[in-house]
T-cell receptor, first 111, second 115 residues
Framework: SQELEQSPQSLIVQEGKNLTINCTSS?????LYWYKQKYGEGLIFLMMLQKGGEEKSHEKITAKLDEKKQQSSLHITASQPSHAGIYLC???????????FGKGTRLHILP | GAGVSQSPSNKVTEKGKDVELRCDPISGHTALYWYRQRLGQGLEFLIYFQGNSAPDKSGLPSDRFSAERTGESVSTLTIQRTQQEDSAVYLCASSLRSKGGYGYTFGSGTRLTVV
């Protein structure tokens, strides 16, 4: 079965600094999804990557998928307190398959 | 509705009691998913409904857990004889699967506490 590893598990960053979160799949995937969860709340869809080498950006958040479609990185530029939360990557092995999630990365932003 | 609605938002129950959690997906979304998130953990897949196909129950942790969905409407997750290890946030999501590859829209979850 497909497994996802996220690193780091936890991250504390000074406001204004850049940071990167990684997600590695044990198998080639169909789609890679990034979600954000505010503490105690539901999940917010950030972006989906499907093509090898694909890169997408939303405001100060950029996500990339490697050519082999097994690794993705999420990069935040000039972090702000609003970026704090839990970032979860999810992967679907096939087009109509369920998404399996990693354990998440807890991001804290220091003012 | 505009989003995925879950009820109740919070549920405290005594060990051994049965509980029902409800999920109302976005209208027109053919796929519906249940996940469980224990404190400080990631999302654990429970069950997946896709249209009229047989549900994927591969994530249900024991036979105390069951879920139903009628057509493309409301789903109910039932936990019988609750145990303390069932305490978690139960998240429901729906998606428009006909075109494949869409992200899910999640509800705010039901926080279940078994005492």
């Amino acid at each position: 079965s497909q497994e996802l590893e996220q690193s780091p598990q936890s991250l504390i960053v000074q406001e204004g600094k850049n940071l990167t979160i990684n997600c590695t799949s044990s198998k080639t995937l169909y789609g890679l999804y990034w979600y954000k969860q505010k503490y105690g709340e539901g999940l917010i869809f950030l972006m989906m990557l499907q093509k090898g080498g694909e890169e997408k950006s939303h405001e100060k958040i950029t996500a990339k998928l490697d050519e082999k479609k097994q690794q993705s990185s999420l990069h935040i530029t000039a972090s702000q307190p609003s970026h704090a939360g839990i970032y979860l990557c999810g992967a679907a092995p096939a087009r109509d398959d369920k998404i399996i999630f990693g354990k998440g990365t807890r991001l804290h932003i220091l003012p | 509705g505009a989003g995925v609605s879950q009820s109740p938002s919070n549920k405290v129950t005594e060990k051994g009691k049965d509980v029902e959690l409800r999920c109302d997906p976005i209208s027109g979304h053919t796929a519906l998913y249940w996940y469980r998130q224990r404190l400080g953990q990631g999302l654990e897949f429970l069950i997946y409904f896709q249209g009229n196909s047989a549900p994927d129950k591969s994530g249900l942790p024991s036979d105390r857990f069951s879920a139903e969905r009628t057509g493309e409407s409301v789903s109910t997750l039932t936990i019988q004889r609750t145990q303390q290890e069932d305490s978690a946030v139960y998240l429901c999501a729906s998606s428009l699967r006909s075109k494949g590859g869409y992200g899910y829209t999640f509800g705010s979850g039901t926080r279940l506490t078994v005492v």
